[in-house]
DNA sequence: TAGTGGTCTAGACCACTAA
DNA sequence: TAGTGGTCTAGACCACTAA
């Protein structure tokens, strides 16, 4: 029988655990740039085991709230970070989260060079031929996101047979294409008259731009600029 | 002697075990949907602990992979989402980090009624007084962000002796005030006149705006909104 | 109410890396 | 090279919740 369950007491998760290490670094009972006592000493002061802590401590870890190093210990991490969550659905999805009807455009598709801002995306040496597709996501028939993306046809070779004017790269892609790096950024422009055209809104509209470059390995995959359209929001939770 | 020191051959770990799990949800192995096997079988079938398969599913189901319910079993997520971890680390480390000189510059400050978009920021049922902030963050000397916050008095009624024209909110509440929740809003704007004049940029430049609050359980701390300035990229990786 | 996930524990051994 | 974190395992018991 274990000591909880004698005193009726319920046992702290390693969540509990968590929190109270996250108090103590706010209430500045460990300062950032501190160093923590070893996980083993913590364990036996909250009485818990240590394998608790070490989940406690991961998590903390993943938070940015502490640095973890083998033998040099734990310490606060000295420059407070403040880390969110970010999901980004499949443009559909999101679409259709609103109520809206979702409808696609494929605008333009071909073979084509990478020009060296695409190429920089993806680190690349060289230049080199890919897929170049331009497309509409609409809401109610209006337009949502104008997006501009290239494909790595030497690591998605299948993309050629794919009809795209049906249904989105973006589809395609996130079913049949797994990656393991992905890159992501954010910024405003002012609309070019050609963005303006095809979004259907004025010249100089301040526009949100969602820039996503994946990699399998160190093989390019997709880098896609998604312009939205004004009032577009991204929003977090946590 | 365990088998793997038997056999020599490294025994896997929960990120082995979750990357093979991963593999096989893009393979479409597991499909969209779909119910994965009971952890205890899929431990049996990788031949590992439950409790690995466990750690394992913990983190596929924190990024958003799969979803899983007590009784209920794991399944594959219908609707596929992008997970994406943001770091915003204070303004003053961000300039510094980009090896330019911080400066900071209080523009206005004092006690006023929420006007109604602050009221909702926060989900306030009435306007409340509290401590109106405008300042601008310099990165060698030029404007770099324009930082307009509101900070709750009644939760936070020391601020009220702190001198915010030395040292910004930002990192008084940052050091002092933990929070247990936080919402941020990205979105783009067209530099309005006063910004423009304090941005010392031109009208209708198109700029990225990071909106935040934060709340410790029910009681508001602060909400800001950070105009950047042109050319400003918020960035992820992994 | 039976079945599945959630968590804990103790002990073992491994893997880094500061000293 | 000694010390600290990283991970595993087996078994136990708890906590939800679909059926």
Redesign the interface.
């Known amino acids: 029988m274990t000591q909880a369950s004698k005193t009726g007491k319920a046992r702290r998760s390693w969540q509990d655990i968590r929190d109270e290490i996250?108090?103590r670094v706010?209430?500045?009972r460990y300062k950032p740039g501190d160093k923590l006592p070893r996980d083993e000493d913590i364990a036996e002061e909250l009485g818990c085991a240590r394998s608790t802590v070490q989940r406690a401590m991961q998590d903390l870890n993943d938070a940015?709230i502490v640095e973890r190093k083998r033998k040099g210990g734990t310490q606060v991490r000295p420059?407070?970070?403040?880390?969110?969550?970010?999901?980004?659905?499949?443009t559909r999805?999101e679409v259709e989260a609103r109520g809206a009807r979702y409808g696609y455009q494929m605008l333009a598709s071909g073979r084509e060079t990478t020009p060296a801002p695409v190429a920089a995306a993806f680190g690349l040496a060289a230049p080199e031929e890919m897929l170049h597709i331009e497309a509409l996501h609409l809401a109610d028939e209006a337009p949502f996101i104008l997006e501009d993306r290239w494909v790595s046809l030497a690591t998605c070779p299948e993309i050629a047979n794919v009809d795209l004017s049906v249904k989105s790269a973006n589809e395609w892609l996130?079913?049949h294409k797994?990656y393991d790096?992905?890159?992501?950024?954010?910024?405003?422009?002012?609309a070019s008259g050609a963005m303006a055209a095809r979004l259907k809104l004025r010249e100089?509209?301040?526009?949100?731009?969602i820039e996503?470059s994946t990699w399998i390995g160190d093989a390019p995959i997709t880098t896609v600029r998604s312009v939205?359209t004004?009032?577009?929001?991204?929003?977090?939770?946590?």
């Open positions: 996250h108090r706010l209430s500045r940015g420059d407070p970070v403040t880390r969110a969550t970010l999901d980004i659905p499949i999805v996130v079913m797994p790096r992905m890159d992501l950024r954010f910024y405003a422009v002012n100089g509209a301040a526009l949100l731009v996503r939205t004004p009032g577009y929001q991204l929003l977090t939770g946590s």
